[in-house]
């Protein structure tokens, strides 16, 4: 009789360890998706969208020139001359 997708063991324990134990598929799928939840970059959070925008490149090279968070600096200013 075939065991059940979630008690099939899917890492067997290392009989030389003590503490270790085994892993039953269920677990490890929900292990693997845990993860995959937590990688890559944080949500940015609300209200904000990436966007592809040309600018002329003396506007943007000023706007590099005043050092770390230029991209901020650029949605103040677009959002001081939204009418």
Not at 12 to 36: I, M, N, W, Y
Not at 65 to 72: E, K, V
């Amino acid at each position: 009789m075939a065991r059940k997708p979630n008690t099939t063991i899917a890492i067997p324990a290392d009989p030389s360890d003590p503490d270790d134990f085994d892993v039953t598929e269920k677990a490890l799928q929900h292990g693997l998706a845990e993860r995959r939840k937590r990688m890559g970059r944080p949500p940015s959070g609300p209200g904000k969208e990436q966007v592809t925008l040309r600018l002329d490149v003396d506007v943007l090279a000023k706007f590099r020139a005043t050092g770390a968070g230029w991209q901020t600096r650029v949605n103040d200013a677009l959002r001081r001359a939204q009418p």
